[in-house]
């Protein structure tokens, strides 16, 4: 393990993993997860982490050891949370859109032991995927199943020298010999989460501890109004830290979450009105397809919040929220190394959407030119932060680490920003968006903003394409609704229309099928330029 590089305040302001849930199962016995149309309580998941937790140890899984799992959110990766919580072993959450190569490159990046993976997931048979899976990964010495396809030519797991999850999810499962006492320290780490990679081919392994992870929820819980009459339901999966927020959220106010899997804004507002959810999680794409999906307002909602975060937020954006799901919207600024770093708060007016709002409770943003100075009030620079909550370095990765942070322990965030009369965050995009067109420089998220709603475009991005005279031109790429078309001139049209200066317009359009992006939904930026699709001649003006 790396050692810890911020220091918590104070031990006792910050609980861990199993003290929260033993709380919130005396505070709220039932009702506390919503899961496959179902109810269980707080006190079950507590009783069934324990009897996971023992059969984890019966297989040798002990403190500091890492298990990882790809599972969609569910009751069982739920558990398993609970369950490494209760060991003290690290719980390494993979997304489900993983395939074998960015499963072993992180497996063998952590020194997994363990891995919990669903047999079949989607309609497709996974048996020979782990099965190669096992064979690249030195350290993995246990593959648990759950749901494996009976049509699969290695069904049962064990024709494949694989175990069977059955196992660990046992509600009668044997306590066995007396576990060791659960971590009391809010120092001691809880999960690795991987880096997003929107701009990074290589995603880092964060370790984040018990108080950081839950603390950083105490504080958005306290900054947001959130207390135990609130069941909260993410549309973000819990390999990320937005979707993970939420069951941090439920734990430490003692209320409820609700676990959504895949995306279909059908099924999503079917799950709030049926949870009775009062908060929801997605990101601005997500809240597109909801808003496509009625005009009206659906029945059944008790939504007061709506949390959203990973992409601007366009003014039209925040009044179809309000107006269609009758809830006030709550923008968002995080990094897997941060978790919830800033946001607007909900007596905010509604142009605050327009920023990613103030920082955590007990956290702190500033903005640094290039000479390392502050910069002043409304001055773009590199945005810095330095909160308690933070993650506790790289995996194994001290060098990593020592870069990312400055000497006084803050984060350089590798974003632009600028912050406001009023504290605000105003986001700039990433440093590695910017476009030098012949010295000129200006933010591809700027003009991505300005196109949001351009009524053609179901996704879009904008990136810099190499020019031999000016160094580089802005390209739009772009996917597009069904039975639209879209011209280069319709662009410049649209823009010009808004008043943007001539040297950031667009001088390329191609036109794809799909964007690539993360499993939250973001562009995932570091694959564009590399799109068989660009190499064909697009659209294109000089200027």
């Not at 995080?334 to 605050?352: C, F, K, S, V």
Request: with cysteine; proline share 7%.
């Amino acid at each position: 393990m790396t050692a810890p590089v911020i220091a918590l305040k104070s031990t006792a302001e910050f609980p861990t993993f199993t003290a929260s849930l033993e709380r919130a199962a005396d505070r709220r016995d039932a009702q506390g997860v919503w899961d496959g149309g179902q109810w269980r309580g707080w006190r079950d998941l507590l009783l069934q982490a324990e009897r996971t937790a023992a059969a984890l140890h019966r297989h040798g899984l002990r403190s500091g050891d890492v298990l990882a799992a790809q599972l969609p959110n569910s009751w069982e990766l739920l558990t398993l949370h609970a369950a490494t919580a209760r060991i003290g072993a690290l719980l390494l959450p993979l997304h489900s859109a993983y395939g074998v190569h960015e499963m072993a490159s992180l497996i063998e990046q952590s020194g997994a032991v363990g891995l919990v993976a669903r047999g079949s997931y989607r309609g497709r048979d996974r048996l020979a995927e782990l099965v190669d899976l096992r064979g690249r990964c030195a350290t993995l010495h246990d593959i648990w199943v759950s749901q494996a396809s009976p049509r699969s030519p290695l069904s049962p797991p064990a024709a494949a020298g694989l175990l069977d999850a059955a196992e660990l999810m046992d509600p009668a499962g044997d306590l066995g010999p007396t576990l060791p006492p659960p971590p009391a320290d809010p120092h001691a780490p809880l999960v690795l989460l991987a880096s997003s990679g929107t701009t990074s081919r290589l995603p880092k392994l964060c370790v984040h501890s018990n108080g950081g992870l839950l603390g950083n929820a105490a504080a958005v819980a306290a900054d947001g109004g959130f207390d135990a009459t609130d069941t909260i339901v993410s549309a973000s999966p819990l390999s990320h830290a937005f979707g993970l927020l939420s069951v941090h959220l439920a734990l430490v106010t003692g209320g409820a979450v609700g676990l959504f899997d895949g995306w279909d804004p059908a099924r999503f507002t079917d799950t709030l009105a049926a949870a009775s959810a009062t908060a929801a999680f997605a990101v601005p794409a997500q809240l597109r397809d909801l808003l496509r999906l009625s005009g009206q307002r659906p029945t059944g909602l008790a939504l007061r919040e709506v949390r959203t975060g990973g992409a601007p937020v366009p003014h039209e954006l925040a009044d179809g929220v309000r107006r269609t799901l009758g809830a006030h919207l709550i923008v968002q600024w995080g990094m897997t190394e941060i978790g919830a770093g800033t946001y607007t708060r909900p007596g905010d007016p509604p142009e605050a959407t327009s920023t990613v709002g103030r920082p955590a409770t007990g956290a702190q943003v500033r903005v640094v030119d290039r000479s390392g100075a502050v910069a002043a009030v409304g001055e773009t620079g590199e945005l810095q932060y330095r909160s308690p909550y933070m993650f506790r370095g790289y995996f194994r990765a001290p060098e990593r680490t020592r870069a990312a942070l400055t000497a006084d322990g803050w984060l350089r965030c590798g974003d632009l920003a600028a912050i406001g009369a009023d504290g605000s965050v105003h986001y700039r995009g990433r440093a590695d968006e910017l476009i030098n067109r012949g010295g000129l420089k200006f933010s591809a998220l700027e003009v991505e903003e300005l196109l949001n709603d351009l009524p053609q475009l179901a996704q879009h991005a904008v990136i810099p394409r190499p020019d031999p005279r000016l160094g580089q031109r802005s390209c739009l790429l772009a996917a597009l609704h069904e039975g639209t078309e879209l011209s280069l001139p319709d662009v410049v049209a649209h823009l010009t229309g808004k008043g943007l200066a001539t040297y950031k317009l667009p001088e390329q359009l191609v036109v794809v099928d799909q964007l690539p992006t993360t499993v939250t939904g973001k562009i995932a930026r570091a694959r564009l330029t590399s799109l068989p699709l660009l190499q064909p001649q697009p659209q294109e003006v000089g200027r």
